[in-house]
C-alpha cells in the first residue's frame, strides 16, 4: 500500500460526458502528479500541483482539467469524453525529500463507451 | 529535456535464469534513475533508485541495478527469476532538482516460463 488512495477505480460512461477523478496523496506529501497511461501512448505525464499551485503541464488535453485543494487532495475533470480518452489514470504523491522518487496510487481505469 | 528507452518490449525467461531488463537514459542533468514495477490491475511500485553515491543499487524482491554514466545506462538484473516476477517494468529518469516530473520508459513485459 502506497499511501495514495484514488477513486474510483473503475469508471464506465459514454462519449461526450464528463468525469472527476479523486486522488488523496500520502499524509504529508505536498505535491501532486497525474500520469495518463494507455496502451499506445505509455505512461504520459500530464499535470504536476504543489501545494495548491499548478508547478508544471505535460501533454494534458484542453478538455481536461485539474486542482489540488486546501486539504491537499486532488481531482482531474475530464469533460466532452472521446472514445480515445479510455485509459488508466494514475495519481501519485512525492515527499519532500530530494530523492525523486514518486508513490502511486492504483489508478482509476476509465473506459468510454 | 530527459528521455529514457528500454530495449526490449517483451523478455521471457525461464525460472531460474538470468533477468536483464535494459534501460538507457537521456538526460542534460545529473539524473536520479528508477525502476518501477506495475503487476496486472495494480499501480506502479518503486523497485529500486539511484540518486547519488554507490552506482550498483539493490532493491526489493531481490532486484538491483547499475548506474553507469559512460554507457548512460541502468539496466536492471536478478540472478534468478520467479515465476512472481511476472510483470511490467519500467524504468524513469529525472533530474536532480526537486520538484520535476518522472519520464517514464515504454515499459519491458518480463515472461518467467516454468
Known amino acids: 500500500d502506497s499511501g495514495v488512495t484514488q477513486t474510483p477505480k473503475h469508471l464506465i460512461t459514454a462519449t461526450g460526458q464528463r468525469v472527476t477523478l479523486r486522488c488523496s496523496p500520502r499524509?504529508?506529501?505536498?505535491?501532486v502528479y497525474w500520469y495518463q497511461q494507455s496502451l499506445d501512448q505509455g505512461l504520459q505525464f500530464l499535470i504536476q500541483?504543489?501545494?495548491?499551485?499548478?508547478?508544471a503541464k505535460g501533454n494534458i488535453l484542453e478538455r481536461f482539467s485539474a486542482q489540488q485543494f486546501p486539504d491537499l487532495h486532488s481531482e482531474l475533470n475530464l469533460s466532452s469524453l472521446e472514445l480515445g480518452d479510455s485509459a488508466l489514470y494514475f495519481c501519485?504523491?512525492?515527499?519532500?525529500?530530494?530523492?525523486?522518487?514518486?508513490?502511486f496510487g492504483e489508478g482509476s481505469r476509465l473506459t468510454v463507451l | 529535456a530527459q528521455s529514457v528507452t528500454q530495449l526490449g518490449s517483451h523478455v521471457s525467461v525461464s525460472e531460474g535464469a538470468l533477468v536483464l531488463l535494459r534501460c538507457n537514459y537521456s538526460?542534460?542533468?545529473?539524473?536520479?534513475l528508477f525502476w518501477y514495477v506495475q503487476y496486472p490491475n495494480q499501480g506502479l511500485q518503486l523497485l529500486l533508485k539511484?540518486?547519488?553515491?554507490?552506482?550498483l543499487v539493490k532493491g526489493i524482491n531481490g532486484f538491483e541495478a547499475e548506474f553507469k554514466k559512460s554507457e548512460t545506462s541502468f539496466h536492471l538484473t536478478k540472478p534468478s527469476a520467479h515465476m512472481s516476477d511476472a510483470a511490467e517494468y519500467f524504468c524513469?529518469?529525472?533530474?536532480?532538482?526537486?520538484?520535476?516530473?518522472?519520464?517514464f520508459g515504454a515499459g519491458t513485459i518480463l515472461r518467467v516460463k516454468s
Open positions: 501519485a504523491s512525492r515527499p519532500y525529500t530530494n530523492t525523486g522518487e514518486l508513490f
Open positions: 499524509s504529508g506529501d505536498l505535491s
Open positions: 500541483y504543489y501545494n495548491g499551485e499548478e508547478r
Open positions: 538526460s542534460s542533468v545529473p539524473p536520479y
Open positions: 539511484y540518486t547519488t553515491g554507490a552506482t
Open positions: 524513469a529518469v529525472t533530474p536532480m532538482e526537486y520538484g520535476n516530473k518522472l519520464v
